[in-house]
Every structure is written in C-alpha cells, then in structure tokens.
C-alpha cells in the first residue's frame, strides 16, 4: 500500500494544486476514465467542504489522506469546519434538477454515485472517507 498526506489551506484556488498531487500519485495505476472519476468526486467533495464548511472565511486547513492499493483507493478529509454529514443530504432527482436548469447542487450525488461515502464528527473536526473499490466495473 502506498499512502501520501498533506494539507492545505481552505481556498478554492487549492483545487488545482489537490488535483495535481493526486494525479501524480495514482499516475497510470488506475484507468484513465475511473481515475477522472475519482479526482471529480473529490473535487466536489473538497469543494463543499470549503464552500459550505467555512461560510464566514475562517482561515482553516483540510488535510488529506490518500491510500492505494491493488483493489481499491481511500481519501480522508479532515477539518474544522462546521458540522455536515453529506449522507443526511436530500437525495437529487436529476432529471428535475436538469428541466429546472438549477446552478449547483449535485456535487453531493456525484460523490455518493462514484464513491463509498463514510462520515464523522469527532471533537472538532469532520471526517469524511471516500473509497473506491477499484474492481467494480465502470
């Protein structure tokens, strides 16, 4: 098992250095469309974290976890921000969300359809746990 830790400060302009290290860290380990997949649910979920977490721009870190091995990839999200278990979240209905034209929303739902979705409140902090068995098909 191979295993990376780092953090980050909550900023949006953080995405792009977060898509980077674990682009690089999974490398050609995973195929290409899953592994888009992945950086796309953490993508949305860092991005809620950050977004919805810290509303009043509380300076604050997220630390991430990444691990790998042959069967599947596990990220751990931990920070300070305000408490949301994303498994209480109103289930989407897509095809209505999509005739109403609605802007956001769904970052939610993509995360759950993609990834295994685990979380903690532990004092102060949230956990989120986001696993991807790595032999399920597409």
């Known amino acids: 098992m191979r295993e990376i830790n780092f ?3 909550n900023h949006l302009s ?7 290290k674990i682009n690089e860290f999974i490398g050609t ?3 290409s469309l899953i592994k888009n997949r992945i950086i796309l649910s953490v993508d949305e979920a860092v991005s809620n ?9 509380k300076e604050s870190y997220i630390s991430l976890i990444v ?3 042959k069967d599947k ?9 305000i ?10 209905d897509m095809d209505e969300h999509l005739e109403l034209g609605e802007d956001g929303g769904v970052g939610i739902h993509i995360v759950q359809k993609i990834m295994h979705v685990e979380y903690e409140r532990t ?5 989120l746990t986001l696993t991807k068995n790595l032999t399920e098909e597409i």
């Open 7 to 9: 953090q980050f400060p």
């Open 14 to 20: 953080e995405l792009t250095n977060v898509r980077q």
């Open 29 to 31: 380990e995973i195929d």
């Open 49 to 57: 974290i950050i977004e919805h977490g810290f509303p009043d721009s």
């Open 67 to 69: 691990r790998l091995d």
């Open 73 to 81: 990839i596990i990220f751990i999200l931990e920070d300070e921000g």
């Open 83 to 92: 408490a949301f278990n994303p498994l209480d979240a109103k289930p989407v």
């Open 123 to 127: 004092l102060s902090k949230n956990r």
